[in-house]
């Protein structure tokens, strides 16, 4: 194995770290900090986090909850920039002690609603290379919050199916739900998919669409709000429509924090892990999106516009309206064996390879509808019940899908799927194994340009621990040289086009925390999954960023300890007592972390 150098990104990999135990691990050579932790204030007028006393207004000046996607981006001179975070939802059993006063509820309620949304912050640093630290009161400092207003984009942007009492135009939203995964453009904006939106509401489901969305009706949340917040009341006739304003791709500019947020309706409504974008051939923008639901599907966007190639205020301006035009595609996935060879156990077919073909089917051509029965407005909002008509493929789970930016191949994380091989989703070449307990990845080819209609497809990974899982498969490399692997979630990619993967779900499936695996694409290493880091417990690893010139890691430590309870909390990351010195947390704290040279 590679050891630590004194160059790019060098390192032995880690062992695997047992599911109990509460660390950050990384390799030899390597040490890691925070770069900012939940309820770090992004400004010099709000207060510390006080575990005992937090209050609405102290979170909404505040670094949010449960960090999810990630960017780093360094402003030319390298030495200031910005970091770009979701933070997807909150975890109250463990965020303060426990309560049953009425208005202590309430007042929580409201600290939830300022938790969740996404963060800018400035970082700086003396010298390119070097680790980042935070700038309080930095010009570009910005929360997102439940309360912050967007502007809804696109062919149902105005549409009755979005209209609320307290929005009769059907333009205006307020606030962003369950923010997953991302992408950053190359204008510079950072997109974010609004993935869980359904746990917020209380839900009627009278309707097919509903039930698509939501499962079944529901009176009472999580968070609370339904009970004095009428727009989660979807029960409430004033608010039927409050839950189509969610499940979007999200649009923000993180130069600008004064800056109105995007809610793109053409890349449609679905719970959108997240969105990554590519310059096809043309100058037209192409998205990869994936819906993180067990049998949804895998979507791609192409904008009408072309892409502008500048960097003027004009230029960005154009840019970010690109993503409100264009034309609406979702995966039809074909195996070249025959089905008699795709067993469910997970066995190579005969040819050696789960791979074959697949077409992109058009659910809007010229930002019309192309779908029987269904308008425009109805394929954007009700996108599911539109893909369902078409014949898409069913996949296990769709999670992060990225582009790599050397060879434009597109990578899938597909993270797992009870269901697969169930009467509802048979298996099939693309998703092979019964039960998908671990998870895979597919490697998709754009056979037509990278805004064709076809492609060709292989899996690259059959995750699982190859010492406990035969049918485990690492794109033909030795299985017994690689890293143990399960539940890939989040994909990115380093300067010499090695792909990286961060997992949420190795604890309950393979016994180990989740971590950070980089896996080569190309030559003899290709498959070779090699573990960098390893998250405590009951964490998941989001977020990767791979500044591997810069020797630098980046990852969100979600959700650490949440299976715990405040007092008896399991996990005390990341301001561990022998570690800090400090006091023991009253709670662990969801946190940036950035990993550099010892
Ligand atoms: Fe929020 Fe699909 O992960
Ligand atoms: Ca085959
Ligand atoms: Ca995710
Ligand atoms: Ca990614």
């Known amino acids: 194995a590679a050891q630590p150098g004194t160059s790019g990104l060098a390192f032995g990999p880690i062992d695997p770290v047992n599911r109990l135990v509460d660390e950050f691990t990384v390799p030899a050579g390597y040490t890691w900090q925070p770069i900012i932790r939940w309820g770090d204030p992004l400004f010099s007028s709000t207060p510390a986090l006080d575990f005992e ?67 800018v912050v400035e970082l700086q640093r003396r010298k390119v290379g070097e680790p980042w630290s935070y700038v309080v009161d930095g010009r570009r400092n910005r929360r997102i919050t439940v309360e912050t207003v967007f502007e809804l984009t696109g062919p149902a942007a105005g549409s009755d199916l979005v209209k609320t009492a307290a929005d009769p135009e059907g333009r205006w939203v307020r606030g962003t739900l369950g923010n997953c995964a991302g992408g950053t453009t190359p204008w510079g904006t950072v997109l974010s998919g609004e993935e869980n939106f359904n746990g917020y509401f209380a839900w009627a489901a009278d309707t097919a669409a509903q039930k698509r969305y939501s499962g079944t009706s529901t009176t009472s949340t ?128 005969s040819d050696g390879l789960f791979d074959g073909s697949g077409q992109w089917i058009a659910l809007t051509r010229d930002g019309e509808s192309v779908v029987p029965g269904m308008s425009t407005e109805e394929v954007l909002v009700y996108t599911r019940l539109a893909a369902d008509l078409v014949g898409a493929t069913k996949m296990d789970r769709p999670e ?143 977020g990767p960023v791979i500044h591997d010139r810069e020797g630098l890691v980046f990852v969100a430590v979600q959700h650490p300890g949440e299976n715990g309870a405040v007092g008896a909390q399991r996990s005390f990351f990341p301001d561990y007592v022998a570690a800090h010195g400090g006091g023991r947390a009253a709670a662990p704290r969801p946190s940036v972390v950035q990993v550099f040279r010892a």
């Open 53 to 119: 006393h937090q209050t609405p207004e102290a979170q909404a000046g505040q670094f949010g909850y449960n960090s999810d996607y990630l960017d780093i981006i360094a402003d030319p001179s390298g030495k200031s920039g910005v970091l770009v975070n979701n933070h997807e939802y909150v975890n109250p059993n463990i965020m303060f002690p426990a309560t049953t006063d009425p208005a202590e509820r309430r007042r929580r309620g409201d600290i939830y609603k300022a938790a969740q949304g996404m963060s």
């Open 400 to 542: 992060d899908v990225e582009p790599s930016p050397l060879t434009g191949k597109v990578y899938l994380a597909l993270t797992n799927n009870s269901n697969r091989g169930g009467a509802s989703a048979p298996v099939d070449e693309a998703n092979p194994v019964s039960g998908n307990r671990y998870g895979h990845v597919v490697e998709l080819t754009e056979t037509s340009g990278q805004a064709g209609e076809t492609f060709g497809w292989s899996i690259l990974l059959l995750c699982g621990d190859p010492s406990t899982t035969a049918y485990t498969y690492f794109a033909g490399f030795p299985k017994e040289l690689v890293s143990p692997i399960s539940c890939p979630d989040n994909v990115a990619f380093d300067s010499e086009g090695n792909l990286w993967i961060s997992t949420d779900g190795a604890p309950g499936t393979i016994g180990y925390n989740d971590g950070l695996f980089k896996v080569p694409l190309e030559g003899d290493q290709r498959g070779n999954v090699q573990q960098f880091l390893s998250v405590p417990r009951e964490a998941e690893t989001c």
């Open 222 to 349: 999580e968070t609370g709000w339904e009970a004095y917040d009428p727009r989660f009341d979807a029960h409430d006739p004033d608010y039927v429509y409050e839950p189509n304003r969610f499940g979007y791709i999200v649009e923000i500019d993180p130069s600008d924090p004064t800056s109105t947020p995007l809610k793109h309706t053409a890349m449609g409504r679905f719970k959108h892990e997240g969105a990554n974008v590519t310059i096809a051939e043309d100058g037209r923008v192409v998205a990869y999106m994936g819906d993180d639901e067990r049998n949804d599907y895998l979507y791609k966007f192409v904008s009408k516009g072309r892409y502008t190639a500048a960097t003027s205020t004009g230029a960005r301006k154009r840019n970010m309206r690109l993503l409100s035009e264009g034309d609406l595609f979702v995966a039809r996935f074909s195996g070249n064996s025959p089905a008699g060879e795709i067993t469910g156990g997970g066995a190579l077919p």
